[in-house]
């Protein structure tokens, strides 16, 4: 044992003494980058579509130029944070495709559970209004972070889903997520049907 230290000492010092010799020491950057947000600002949303909303000043909306985009499809580009929300309407022709479609929202808000950490949902409830939904907050390292649905249960419905251009990692978007999210909540209280 005393032969094995008596071997390791001078080892070690000569390890220590050419380890501290490096001088192209740079620091290592901080974990996250720090956001700047936008103050909080909004404008009425008025298309050719069956709906109204506010959103928010710093956001554009641009018409979905998908070969698949139906007429009333939008998208709510969020430039500064790299994300989309995407907006979908259809007009309601029976009471099996209206299930349909609600069904369909479930499925895609709980496609997401294999990386969802947790899927919150929350009823959506304006009588006064006839709007009607449910809102998926899902939390975790998923594609989406909210998802929604508005409909008055008879001839309109209206999809949501907020989306990023970037590889998710919760951590990192959780505080623009959570900006975001307010300005949905905010798209949804002022959300009207205009007929």
């Given amino acids: 044992m005393k032969i094995l230290k008596i071997i390791l000492l001078p080892f070690a010092l000569l390890l220590f003494a050419t380890a501290c010799k490096n001088n192209n020491y740079t620091p290592k950057p901080k974990a996250y980058y720090r956001i700047?947000?936008?103050?909080?600002?909004?404008?009425?949303?008025?298309?050719?579509?069956?709906?109204?909303?506010?959103?928010p000043r710093y956001a554009s909306m641009e018409q979905d130029k998908r070969s698949d985009a139906k007429q009333d499809w939008y998208n709510l580009h969020f430039k500064q944070f790299n994300g989309y929300l995407h907006l979908t309407y259809y007009d309601v022709s029976s009471r099996s495709e209206y299930?349909?479609?609600?069904?369909?929202?479930?499925?895609?808000?709980?496609?997401?559970t294999i990386k969802a950490s947790a899927i919150d949902?929350?009823?959506?409830?304006?009588?006064?209004?006839?709007?009607?939904?449910?809102?998926?907050?899902?939390?975790?390292?998923?594609?989406?972070?909210?998802?929604?649905f508005l409909t008055d249960s008879v001839k309109h419905y209206?999809?949501?889903?907020?989306?990023?251009?970037?590889?998710p990692q919760y951590d990192s978007i959780a505080p623009v997520i959570k900006f975001i999210k307010t300005d949905i909540d905010t798209l949804i209280s002022t959300f009207k049907w205009r007929d």
């Fill in 36 to 55: 700047e947000f936008p103050k909080k600002s909004y404008t009425q949303f008025y298309g050719p579509a069956p709906f109204s909303f506010g959103f």
């Fill in 99 to 112: 299930n349909e479609m609600v069904e369909d929202a479930r499925k895609l808000a709980f496609k997401h």
């Fill in 121 to 148: 949902q929350r009823l959506i409830n304006y009588p006064e209004k006839r709007v009607y939904g449910i809102y998926y907050a899902i939390e975790g390292n998923t594609a989406s972070s909210v998802q929604f």
């Fill in 158 to 167: 209206f999809r949501g889903a907020l989306y990023f251009n970037e590889r």
